[in-house]
Each structure stands twice: as structure tokens, then as C-alpha cells.
């Protein structure tokens, strides 16, 4: 399946990535963590979009994945990608727990953190942050303008409706101190929208801007790391 889509992967990656899918889908019959439950949109979504995504980050890279839900990308990058130093923020403690578990039965060293992710940045620095299908951008650039110091880059998985996204964090004045620049778009197999990975930067010594009206994380669908769904990236 992986050849037949063109996802190279090195034959030692490949029985742990078996592994993984195992794992996941089992304890996915007791705690929802993915509607992927089957080899073909694994491939086709998962493992594509995190290919996609993992072109683009620097070799030995630290790497948090926020919002990780069942592990995509960020399971996937500490497989496919030793050389990087991924860990994880889910901030539902179930979920959590359960990655923790899949990451220690595959013996991956992918540490798992039980918050949200601009908890994480405020005691600690990555040079990359990975996102898929976890919020609007808007509410985005609202949540991690001010942890920005704390990464280099942002790298986010979406789909065609990102550039209306982005036009609203316009509007609301979220775009003075950030940028948002499309750096890859592909199609997958099976569905007609295309993805796109975005890359948001924002300068290292800044003044953030608040916008008149933020949005408020006062529900789970506003909670950054709530949505286990990350391959709904044509959102």
C-alpha cells in the first residue's frame, strides 16, 4: 500500500509503523482517537500528510506536536524521523495516557505531555511546532502569538478554507506580528480538496497586538489540543 502511493518509508520503520496501527486501532475501540481505522486512509491521509510535513523539518529538529490525539503526525515524525526530538501535548488526559502507552510499547522516545500546548512553551523551547486540523487559524494566532518566543517555527497542516482562516486573523489584527505563508500543497488519493502546510513565523522580539474580540477557549471544540481528528485537514 505504501508503494503503491509513492510513501517511501526505510524498511526499519516499517514494522514499527504495523505496530503503531495495531495499537492505535485497538484502543480505539475503547476511547475515540481516530475514524482511520483501516491500511488504505492510513496511508492515503495519515502517512502522506506527515510525509508531506516531515519534508520540511530541519534535520535534528526539536519537535512538539500539539493537539496529538492518536499520534498524527506527531507518533508517526518519532518513527519515520529519529534524528528529530519529538514530544507530544494532548491536553485530554485520556488521550494522553493513551499515547503515553502506544509511545512505550513501540519503544519510541516521544515524552507525552497531559496539557495544553502554550502550557508546555512557557517552560520550554522547540524549534519546530506541528498542528493538524486543530483549530482555525484565527484562534491560532490568537493562542500562541504570545508563546512565540518560545519556537522558531510553526508548521500546520490544513486544508482549502485556510485562506478564508486567514483572512479573519486579519480582520481581527492577529496578523501585525505574524505571518502565514503556504509552503506545500498536495492532493491525496480519494479525496477531491487539496492540503496545504503553512508555515507561521513570527519575529522573535515583539509587541502582540490583542485583537478587540478574542476568541475564548471555553469549550472542548475550542481547545487547541481537543480535536483527535487531525486527516479532517480540508477544513
Wanted: hydrophobic share 40%; with cysteine; net charge neutral.
Amino acid at each position: 500500500m505504501l508503494d503503491r502511493h509513492n510513501v517511501l518509508v526505510s524498511p526499519e520503520h516499517y514494522e514499527n509503523l504495523c505496530r503503531y496501527c495495531g495499537l492505535l486501532w485497538d484502543w480505539n475501540t475503547r476511547i475515540n482517537l481516530t475514524r482511520h481505522t483501516d491500511v488504505k486512509t492510513f496511508v492515503t491521509r495519515d502517512m502522506i500528510d506527515t510525509m508531506r510535513l516531515s519534508a520540511h523539518i530541519p534535520e535534528g529538529s526539536k519537535v512538539l506536536d500539539i493537539g496529538s490525539g492518536g499520534g498524527v503526525p506527531g507518533v508517526i515524525l518519532a518513527i519515520v524521523r529519529p534524528d528529530l526530538k519529538v514530544s507530544m501535548a494532548e491536553s485530554v488526559v485520556k488521550k494522553a495516557r493513551v499515547l503515553e502507552a502506544i509511545v512505550k510499547r513501540l519503544k519510541v522516545d516521544a515524552p507525552v505531555h497531559a496539557k495544553r500546548g502554550e502550557a508546555v512553551l512557557k517552560s520550554e523551547k522547540f524549534d519546530v511546532v506541528t498542528m493538524r486540523a486543530v483549530a482555525s487559524l484565527r484562534k491560532l494566532m490568537f493562542w500562541f502569538q504570545r508563546s512565540a518566543d518560545s519556537f522558531d517555527q510553526m508548521l500546520i497542516i490544513k486544508g482549502p478554507k485556510w485562506i478564508h482562516e486567514a483572512d479573519e486573523a486579519q480582520d481581527d489584527g492577529l496578523m501585525v506580528n505574524g505571518t502565514v505563508e503556504q509552503i506545500d500543497s498536495y492532493s491525496t488519493p480519494g479525496h477531491h480538496s487539496q492540503s496545504v502546510i503553512l508555515s507561521v513565523n513570527w519575529p522573535r522580539r515583539k509587541a502582540t497586538v490583542a485583537p478587540a474580540n478574542p476568541p475564548t477557549p471555553n469549550s472542548s471544540e475550542n481547545s487547541p489540543e481537543s480535536v483527535p481528528e487531525a486527516s479532517e485537514s480540508a477544513e
